[in-house]
């Protein structure tokens, strides 16, 4: 009889735990839990864990000519095997990865390539997006002449803060800001094609960067439903706000319920969970091509 297999609980996160693996290795296991405005929700997403894992491992795949990544394995029975044997335990199949330690940049590397959100915002208000002047006479939704680099700040508590490109240059260096930016505009316009074939507009993105024996690679999760904004082709028209494959229609609800964004937040309507849960589930399939079904751990 084989014995599960136990780890040393690194950190837990809004949504990822993570684990100590040895030898420098991470196992890092994407959760049903959603949060919104910095605040997680009682009620878990079912399947969204495995969404974000299916997703990033996908991704990840696609960009690996691009840029080395933290991804080691996602298969279950490999990940076993790596581990020292023994089972997986209950919940990790198809949640987890086992991924390389790196050393993180110590910014959230944002790129934009349609006019939404905190962009919208301060177009309205000053001509610019992340203090960059844009062309008059966008509308809500527009795409961008080219998508943009806006870096942020990691904050441990409240909100980011935008960095423009030369603060972002004095944290990690000229040559490393370059590098990242060129790396994430490339990634997001290689994706962001991909998808728009399969009827889906990635309107943004954040993507994280850290180096992994000295080279500069793609970590943590990758163009997710959480970590982008997803629109679907059809439903797009600027200067309106398009329907969403990610958690903005949750955000809406919230917004919409009167609560002040303080824990504890309301509970969620179960139509609200349910509709969340298939719109994870449909931005998968769409842009793979694959069933969620089929990807490990269904049914659990």
Same mark, same amino acid.
Request: charged share 25%; hydrophobic share 40%.
């Given at each position: 009889?084989?014995? !599960?297999?136990?780890?040393? &609980?690194?950190?837990?996160?809004?949504?990822? #735990?993570?684990? #100590?693996?040895?030898?420098?290795? *991470?196992?890092?296991?994407?959760?049903? $839990?959603?949060?919104?405005? +910095?605040?997680?929700?009682?009620?878990?997403?079912?399947?969204?864990? %495995?969404?974000?894992?299916?997703?990033?491992?996908?991704?990840?795949?696609?960009?690996?000519? &691009?840029?080395?990544?933290?991804?080691?394995?996602?298969?279950?029975?490999?990940?076993?095997?790596? *581990?020292?044997? !023994?089972?997986?335990?209950?919940?990790?199949?198809?949640?987890?990865?086992?991924?390389?330690?790196?050393?993180?940049?110590?910014?959230?590397?944002?790129? $934009?390539?349609?006019?939404?959100?905190?962009?919208?915002?301060?177009? @309205?208000?000053?001509?610019? *997006?992340?203090?960059?002047?844009?062309?008059?006479?966008?509308? @809500?939704?527009?795409?961008?002449?080219? =998508? &943009?680099?806006?870096?942020?700040?990691?904050?441990?508590?409240?909100?980011?803060?935008? *960095?423009?490109? +030369?603060?972002?240059?004095?944290?990690?260096? %000229?040559?490393?800001?370059? $590098?990242?930016?060129?790396?994430?505009?490339?990634?997001?316009?290689?994706?962001?094609?991909?998808?728009? @074939?399969?009827?889906?507009?990635?309107?943004?993105?954040?993507?994280?960067?850290?180096?992994?024996?000295?080279?500069?690679?793609?970590? #943590?999760?990758?163009?997710?439903?959480?970590?982008?904004?997803?629109?679907?082709?059809?439903?797009?028209? =600027? !200067?309106?706000?398009? =329907?969403?494959?990610?958690? @903005?229609?949750?955000?809406?609800?919230?917004?919409?319920?009167?609560? +002040?964004?303080?824990?504890?937040?309301?509970?969620? #309507?179960?139509?609200?969970?349910?509709?969340?849960?298939?719109?994870?589930?449909?931005?998968?399939?769409?842009?793979? !091509? $694959?069933?969620?079904?089929?990807?490990?751990?269904?049914?659990?």
């Amino acid at each position: 009889m084989t014995s !599960g297999i136990s780890l040393p &609980l690194v950190h837990t996160g809004k949504v990822r #735990d993570l684990y #100590d693996a040895g030898e420098g290795r *991470l196992v890092m296991v994407a959760s049903d $839990r959603v949060s919104a405005f +910095d605040v997680v929700m009682a009620e878990p997403i079912p399947d969204k864990g %495995r969404v974000l894992t299916a997703m990033t491992a996908f991704w990840l795949d696609e960009l690996a000519d &691009l840029a080395p990544s933290h991804m080691i394995s996602a298969d279950p029975a490999s990940m076993a095997a790596q *581990l020292g044997g !023994g089972e997986l335990p209950d919940g990790w199949a198809g949640r987890a990865m086992l991924v390389h330690r790196a050393e993180m940049l110590p910014m959230e590397c944002i790129v $934009r390539g349609y006019l939404a959100g905190s962009g919208w915002k301060e177009y @309205q208000k000053s001509g610019t *997006l992340h203090g960059e002047r844009l062309p008059g006479g966008l509308r @809500q939704a527009e795409r961008l002449p080219e =998508p &943009l680099f806006t870096p942020s700040t990691k904050a441990t508590e409240g909100h980011d803060v935008n *960095l423009s490109f +030369d603060e972002a240059s004095a944290m990690v260096g %000229r040559e490393v800001a370059e $590098r990242a930016r060129d790396l994430c505009l490339e990634a997001y316009e290689r994706a962001a094609d991909r998808a728009r @074939q399969c009827g889906i507009v990635v309107a943004d993105t954040k993507f994280e960067l850290g180096f992994i024996a000295g080279e500069l690679a793609i970590c #943590d999760e990758v163009l997710t439903p959480d970590s982008s904004r997803f629109w679907p082709l059809e439903g797009w028209e =600027p !200067g309106s706000t398009p =329907p969403s494959f990610d958690k @903005q229609p949750l955000r809406d609800w919230l917004e919409a319920s009167g609560w +002040d964004k303080s824990p504890p937040p309301p509970p969620l #309507d179960e139509e609200v969970v349910r509709a969340t849960s298939e719109r994870y589930a449909a931005a998968y399939e769409k842009i793979t !091509g $694959r069933a969620l079904s089929s990807w490990y751990g269904a049914g659990d």
